[in-house]
């Protein structure tokens, strides 16, 4: 099991950017992929973005390829979500979340055993 705490979110405008930042504790962190999922009033969570363990892999929801990128640092156990060009749809509450599985490609939200409390993002038009 792996401990996580998101930071950064908060209220911007349309077209301002946030970056999020997840710090994890409890486990071999460079060994399992790491995600980003959001979840919107009345929406199912989605995944939103993943990385490997190496951080060699990524992937990203269509609903936001070229505004966010995900970044790992295994040396500081950190992952974090740079989010750019930020628009009123992307307001949610966003969760970072560690796989409990090993390899690559990470799909599902079963795949992910470990979860941060949650961070507020809220967009302004």
């Known amino acids: 099991q792996v401990q996580l705490v998101e930071s950064g979110g908060g209220l911007v405008q349309a077209g301002d950017s946030l970056r999020l930042s997840c710090a994890a504790t409890g486990r071999t962190f460079r060994s399992y992929a790491m995600g980003w999922f959001r979840q919107a009033p009345g929406k199912e969570r989605e995944l939103v973005t993943a990385i490997s363990g190496s951080g060699g892999y990524t992937s990203y929801a269509d609903s936001v390829k070229g505004r966010f990128t995900i970044s790992r640092d295994n040396a500081k156990n950190t992952v974090a979500l740079q989010m750019n060009s930020l628009k009123p749809e992307d307001t949610a509450v966003y969760y970072c979340?560690?796989?409990?599985?090993?390899?690559?490609?990470?799909?599902?939200?079963?795949?992910?055993?470990?979860w941060g409390q949650g961070t507020q993002v809220t967009v302004s038009s």
């Open positions: 979340a560690a796989a409990d599985r090993l390899g690559w490609p990470i799909r599902r939200s079963s795949d992910f055993g470990s």
